[in-house]
């Protein structure tokens, strides 16, 4: 049978249905939860041990929640008063609350060490992709219950935090306008041009628009999707009874169905959940306990609707993030706080050499330090309460890009430069960085006169252009290497295979 | 020879698409009810253009003599019903405000006023009225033009200048992140009052 006319065309791009059923059964087949097949990988690597510790910490939360739930009352009035019952009243109350809160604390510690031990030691290949999935979501699960966990205690940091959290979210129904539709800046100079306008009744403000007709397209593209989203979560449109009742449901709800699903997983296979000796595991528990009793979980002041805290804090592990907030402008930030996870899940398919050793993958070496720099360079930032806005963000952009490029060039150069789809996407990612910050990106030197404040300013032509253009010259120059310019390194693989 | 697509699996794959989309869209939309009550029948298709909207609760009012000269300030609470998902099923919240009298109309010399909601429309937080402009300089990375008396938000840093616009009104940022100027009190000025009645929809409180 002969494939015709279209179809022909997309025919070699669409994967089969039993490639894709073969990709995911081939995936099934090495799932892995807490390390439970890679027991004879402990004895020489003792960063193996760590997936038995995340199963402890979150079994110690889980145990420990289920004996506060006994005292809490989940009310707005009598959220924080129970709490300081059970800290100050109930018999080892401090101590049960303590090591719910420092479990919780450790299963995040865990879980993030777990995460680099898979990059770095590429626990990923050999088509274990989903493992890393896995651990990802654990976390997932683990930061969502400590945000909503922190709103139980209902206390300023608390309150504030969720307040920002639940911010941010509304910020996605601008996703379109401003990355698809080329942002309202070209709209504007577009009526300044004098380009008839499809709808003139609409500002341009209010999402009325030229040639596309925006405010239809943001109805039917973006579906408010992000005050829907505020709103689902908040169970209304302010932080109040509505919000306490939802987060401690789905703060112990996500728990119970992660275990659930757990539980069936090793019903059906008949795996061991604690691959590590008990006397390890009580070690473990011990630590948390000591911390419990060394550093009392603090109590904070009652929330207070009206007075900011300063600093705002938020957990020491969405710090990092808190400061980037105050660097980018809102858009981009929530476009990044997205970026961030989808490129952790993306990352394995993109490592698809069989090396295994960290040095001979610089890309994700590079990658992983980079991330690890800036959580820790940002997290000390915003404890010191140090943010300059405007003089800040290009060397942290440089910084990390820079790091990137290096790995990118390392990477380029080890599989002959076979690399330019990621080439291309690094640059466009750093182009994006560059065109819509907020700052002006040449380090405070004195270029404000010749590079023109007009030409660079925040949302000006000038930025778009960098962005739009740049990344395209960036896919152009890659494709034109990548197409016509073979390099020596992979003639010598070809000579070496064909003889 | 392998084949996998033809032409007719293309149709098919097309046609597809919205009978799989009105299914799943009616299966969803019970799910988002519940989740949502406010929104009405078909939920899918109808609550995401329907926000909650706050309504205010009384009119605050103030004597234009108590804002004796130009960058006196009143901060005040402006209360409003939002709708909350419980069995009570609404919450009154309070939303810090600020009004400031401008300095004069060169033509007639009325006072002039802005009333600002004090929620940063960046991320939520309360921002401060800071006439100092030693304060500003050293805690919000803006230095103030001679005579520029600005709003300060203290979480993030954006600054927001009363006596410039954007396209949504008076108070322009002119340092920091925000996204926009903040949310605007509707008033009016009546018989020497300053009358507060509603807020501009927009962001959670």
């Known amino acids: ?499 | 020879m392998s084949m996998k697509f033809e032409k007719r699996d293309l149709i098919k794959v097309i046609l597809s698409v919205p009978i799989i989309g009105t299914i799943s869209a009616a299966l969803l939309s019970p799910f988002v009810r519940y989740l949502k009550p406010s929104s009405g029948p078909l939920a899918t298709l109808e609550i995401f253009k329907t926000p909650d909207k706050p309504k205010p609760v009384k009119v605050i009012k103030f004597d234009v003599n108590d804002f004796p000269e130009p960058w006196s300030f009143k901060y005040f609470m402006f209360q409003e019903t939002n709708r909350e998902y419980t069995s009570i099923n609404q919450q009154i919240k309070t939303i810090p405000g600020a009004a400031v009298r401008l300095p004069a109309n060169e033509a007639d010399g009325s006072p002039k006023f802005v009333v600002f909601s004090r929620v940063c429309p960046h991320l939520g937080c309360v921002f401060n009225f800071v006439p100092n402009e030693a304060e500003v300089a050293a805690g919000y990375n803006y230095t103030p033009n001679p005579g520029q008396k600005v709003f300060a938000c203290p979480c993030h840093l954006s600054v927001y200048d009363p006596m410039l616009e954007d396209t949504k009104g008076r108070g322009k940022v002119v340092s920091g992140p925000a996204p926009r100027s903040p949310f605007k009190f509707n008033f009016n000025v009546n018989d020497g009052m300053l009358a507060i009645e509603s807020l501009e929809s927009g962001g959670i409180s």
């Open chain 1, 1 to 499: 049978m002969s494939v015709t006319g279209i179809g022909s065309n997309i025919a070699q791009y669409i994967p089969s249905l039993d490639t894709v059923k073969k990709f995911f059964l081939d995936r099934f087949k090495n799932i892995d939860f807490f390390d439970e097949t890679f027991v004879d990988k402990q004895r020489e690597n003792v960063w193996y041990k760590l997936g038995a510790l995340q199963w402890l910490t979150w079994m110690v939360t889980v145990a420990t929640g289920a004996l506060l739930v006994g005292f809490y009352i989940p009310t707005a009035e009598q959220a924080y008063d129970s709490i300081i019952r059970i800290q100050e009243h109930v018999p080892f109350g401090a101590l049960i609350r303590g090591m719910h809160k420092y479990g919780a604390d450790a299963f995040i510690i865990v879980g993030t060490l777990k995460m680099y031990r898979m990059f770095i030691c590429a626990d990923y290949k050999g088509n274990r992709e989903f493992n890393l999935w896995i651990c990802f979501f654990l976390m997932l699960l683990g930061f969502y219950s400590g945000l909503s966990g922190y709103l139980l205690i209902w206390n300023q940091r608390a309150f504030w935090a969720t307040k920002v959290f639940a911010t941010f979210p509304g910020y996605m129904d601008q996703f379109g306008i401003n990355l698809a539709f080329l942002g309202e800046t070209v709209v504007n100079q577009l009526i300044k041009i004098g380009v008839p306008t499809s709808l003139p009744a609409i500002p341009v403000s209010e999402g009325g628009g030229i040639l596309l007709d925006m405010k239809l397209l943001n109805q039917y593209i973006n579906f408010n999707i992000g005050m829907t989203t505020q709103q689902i979560l908040l169970g209304g449109s302010a932080i109040g009874q509505a919000t306490i009742t939802r987060f401690y449901s789905m703060h112990m709800a996500l728990s119970t169905i992660g275990l659930i699903v757990v539980e069936l997983y090793f019903y059906s296979n008949k795996k061991k959940r604690f691959n590590v000796p008990w006397t390890e595991g009580f070690l473990v528990i011990l630590m948390i306990a000591a911390a419990a009793t060394i550093f009392p979980a603090e109590m904070g002041a009652r929330a207070n609707p009206s007075v900011t805290p300063l600093p705002i804090l938020s957990d020491w592990y969405f710090l990092a993030l808190y400061q980037m907030y105050k660097y980018i402008e809102p858009v981009l930030a929530t476009f990044v706080t997205v970026l961030i996870p989808v490129t952790v899940l993306s990352l394995p398919f993109f490592d698809t050499g069989k090396e295994t050793a960290i040095t001979k993958r610089p890309l994700i070496m590079a990658i992983s330090i980079m991330g690890f720099i800036n959580f820790i360079v940002f997290s000390v930032l915003i404890i010191l309460n140090i943010a300059n806005i405007n003089t800040d963000p290009p060397y942290w952009i440089a910084g990390s890009t820079g790091i990137v490029a290096i790995g990118v060039y390392f990477s380029c150069k080890m599989r002959g430069f076979n690399y330019w789809k990621l080439t291309s996407m690094f640059f466009l990612f750093l182009f994006l960085y560059l065109s819509r910050i907020h700052t002006v990106p040449y380090f405070g030197l004195p270029l404000d006169g010749v590079l023109g404040e007009s030409f660079l300013a925040d949302g000006s032509w000038g930025r778009l252009w960098i962005f739009y253009g740049g990344s395209f010259l960036a896919l152009v120059a890659t494709w034109y290497y990548e197409k016509f310019i073979e390099t020596p390194q992979l003639l010598v693989k070809k000579e070496g295979t064909a003889a």
